[in-house]
């Protein structure tokens, strides 16, 4: 009689498993008076199994999906093997896991409540967490306002020492392209900051339907395991942060298929500034770090086949007149001169070297650069009016036509403090800002072929102050001097508040 009424427990257990977690008291236990429930269940503070669970084991950064039906409800861990289960109840996958293998400790990884299976009473112990914190990490203000003043290393549960927010991520496949804007966009203060902190974008009200606002959280759940003092490994998979990805890309970005830094940084710092609920007008986190603005002289050009006669008549009507328009802006690309075709006098062919200020002279407001479309061409030259705190560079160096993508191997050399921008701003802007001088924390290398290759980042580590190279998990401290040897593809410079403008510059 009372293993008849022990099971109907259980099965009452399974039936109401989501309502009751949520009504269940703080203080831990079993602690409902219900049909055929204990009233109290004295284990959940001595559960003797505790011992078996293998922290090594565990993996948060994956899909929490159950390992047999996919589902991703209701889904529990088991701490002694790592796998993820669905279900609790007698006919569940987690309780049949736990019956076959003698697996007792699970945790559920929506509630982070821990229970003990088959007996199914909730485990209440100060010592697990430890786990609870690298499932979901949080962090206080005190704590974030100290992350760039201390240098200090933490030692992972495996044993290995490292620094947060200099975290290799896994490459699952051809995803290093997102890999380093992510780490790139992770090492950025401000917009650190801001995703470290849950509550400042978890009450933004979105359209019912909308899958873009996923983005914002997996982006922050990222952010917070990066810079995580207490992980159990010196590494993080953005598996989840790559599926939404995707997902709200419809496919355009994949984590199998090799893709473009560049593209992947422009698409998603504008999904996330509208998943913010920014627009035009209105600001989100991304405008008030990345965003400046720009005055842009454009004039229409005559067909190059016409007669010299038509082109001077077309010249004076209206429509080939210079128009001034003002534009916003993420990032600024710069040009690159083209490479030599040809071997030098030693059979060799040299890779050309040029400085930045050269390709920064784009826009000076006097350099003139022609754009072509397919039916019309035009002339346009480009100013700065505003700067912004933190001010990303793309170097354009693939060039597509129709048979094969080219890459330019030209270096640019570039100061790693001191970039002053004051020449390239408008009147007005250099009357209005103070602080024109950037410093370099961040540059992206791609290496190889333009379809193939891999890519790499140089990271300011800000409380340290040394810089560090990171691919895929690899993670090496580097002289800064090195820096400005490698090809770079995209730089992310800034300013400090005080003195200077920081320079997050990502290269590509």
Known sequence: MVSLKRERDIELDDDDDDDDEEEEEEEGVVA?????????????????????????????????LCSISLSHINVYACLICGKYFQGRGLKSHAYTHSVQFTHHVFLNLHTLKFYCLPDNYEIIDSSLEDITYVLKPTFTRPHISGLDKQGKLYRAYDGTTYLPGIVGLNNIKANDYANVVLQALSNVPPLRNYFLEEENYRGIRRPPGDIMFLLVQRFGELMRKLWNPRNFKAHVSPHEMLQAVVLCSKKTFQITK????????????????????????????????????????SKKLPHPDLPPEEKEALLLKEEYQEETTESTFLYLTLDLPTAPLYKDEKEQLIIPQVPLFNILGKFNGSTEKEYKTYKENFLKRFQLMKLPPYLIFCIKRFTKNNFFVEKNPTIVNFPITNVDLREYLTEEGQATEKHTTYDLVANVVHDGKPTEGAYRIHVLHHGTGKWYEMQDLQVTDILPQMITLSGNAERMMTRPTTRERNVLVVSL
Request: net charge positive.
């Open 258 to 297: 090799q893709g473009d830094a560049v593209d992947f940084l422009s698409w998603f710092l504008n999904a996330l500034h509208n998943a913010l609920g920014g627009t035009k007008k209105k600001p989100s986190s991304i405008t008030n770090v990345f965003q400046g603005s720009m005055r842009i002289f």
């Open 32 to 64: 409902k008076v219900g049909r055929g429930r204990a009233a109290e269940d004295r284990r959940s503070r001595h559960c003797p199994y505790l011992d078996t669970i293998n922290r090594s084991v565990l993996d948060f950064d994956f899909e929490k």
